[in-house]
Each structure stands twice: as C-alpha cells, then as structure tokens.
C-alpha cells in the first residue's frame, strides 16, 4: 500500500484459501494482461480463460508465460471441458491441459447433460493430477435446482476430490444462485452456506450489487468469482470498506474513536 489507514477489515494474503478473486478473462492480448497484471496482480487469486475462448487465443502460450510470471494460476473454462466430454475426448483434455502446464481444471455440466455420478467419477480421475473446481448450476435460467440438492451435490464432488465448487451464474449473474432478475436467492444460499464452510465455496457474482450482497453477507474474505479484469481493484475497495456500499459495513460504529466523532458531529450540529 502506498498509505496506511486505520481500522480496515483484515484481509488474507496470497496463496489465499478464502477472500479469493477469480477473475474472467474473455480475450485479453498479451498487452494487455502485462498490464493488467502489473497493476492489480496482488488481487488475482486464478484466472479463467472463458469458455472456448483459449481455442481460438492467438499468442496463446506467452500470454500463459505472462500469467506465469505473476505467479497467478490459470485454467480453461468449464465449456471447452464440456465440448470434449460431449465428444468423448476427456482424455485429450488431460493431454491438452499437461500440454500447457496447466494446474487446474474445471469439471462443469452447466450446458451438456452428465449425470452426477459421472461427474463425480470425473473428478476423482482428473483430481489425481489437477486442482480441480467443479462448478454446480445450470446456465438454464428455467433448470431450478432444490437447495437440498445443491448441498447434496457439493458435498459429494468435495469428498470426490474438488478444491472449490463454483456456485453458477454465468457471465451475466441472471442463472444458478440468482434469479433472471440478477436477484440473489438468498435462502439457496443460505442453506448452502448453513451445512458447507463458505471458504469451500467459490460465488460467481459478476454485478456489483451481487458482490455486494456477498461482501455484506459472509465477510472481506469471501471467494467471489467471473469479477471482471476491470473491477479487480473495485472489488477490492468494496472488500476493504473503501466505497460507499460498504463505507460502513466494516467499521464498527462501537469503535472508541468512532464514537467520539459522530459526538463531536452532533454536538457542533446542536450548537448550529
């Protein structure tokens, strides 16, 4: 930090295992995740290369070299494993991933159908050499899942061998943990978060409100993922209680100084 200031949240430090940023990279140049990384890499915790979008990336291997520099991991997104499980091609995944010394892998059925005791299967065979995050959700916003079996199904691909589940919500934040309306469903949430460690759990919440809303909820250090490279360091602020959203959730109003201030202020007020 340039400066200090006082009575801020206590923030985790890289390698993090909650207050995570997984950010979504949709096509960024070499340029630009040079600078990208120089100006925000201490808030990257994993990036993802969305979707398919490493299939058709020019440059592509030093543009990972970059990342790689910065000491910030990266992996493929759940939809290009899903078009190689459809083509039955898993094991050219693998091959695909140890190609570009990539760590970690997705393992997501938000598109295609796959069964949850293949998917379980899934991560038990590629958690043998990945650190994987298995994303639960569908990307249909009209395919409503019971939190009973949002738990269920987190707790199995956790024993199976997953590092994070990522709760879905697609880029747009309109499916999975929210309502079409970007809305949280709050109490999907909070079933989940009552019967699994919310350190577990990776939120995707691409809106500010959402991220919000989650900051809010759980804390500075709740794992919150498709952050745009642009709100990194927004993101951060709102984290730390540095923008008004969250100027006061993270200051107690018990605080001795505190205290003295709104009494100065109402009594130079009283005296107006």
Known sequence: MAFKLN????????????????????????????DFCRSCSNYIDIVKLGWGTSYVTQNLEEKLAVYSNANIPVYFGGTLFEAYV??????????LLDRFNIEHAEVSN???????????????????????????????PNDIIPPYKWV?????ELDAGAWKIICEARESGTVGVFRPNGEVRSGLI??????????????????????????????SNVNL????????????T????????TLFDFYSLDDEEMSQLYADSEDSESKE
């Open 7 to 34: 009575h801020l949240p206590k923030r985790t430090e890289k390698p993090r295992e909650k207050g995570m940023a997984l950010v979504l990279d949709k096509g960024l140049s070499v340029r630009e995740v040079e």
């Open 86 to 95: 459809l083509r039955d091609q898993l094991d050219a995944y693998m091959e």
């Open 110 to 140: 938000g598109t295609i159908w796959l069964s949850d005791q293949r998917k379980v299967e899934i991560i038990q065979k590629m958690s043998k050499h990945f650190t994987i995050l298995s994303e639960i959700g569908s990307k249909n």
């Open 152 to 156: 269920k199904m987190i707790e199995r």
């Open 190 to 219: 909070d079933e989940i978060a009552d019967q699994v460690p919310v350190e577990n759990l990776i939120f995707e919440a691409p809106q500010k409100a959402q991220q919000v809303w989650f900051i809010r909820k759980f804390g």
């Open 225 to 236: 993922g498709n952050v745009q490279p642009s709100e990194v360091i927004p993101v951060e």
């Open 238 to 245: 709102l984290r730390l209680g540095l923008r008004s959203d």
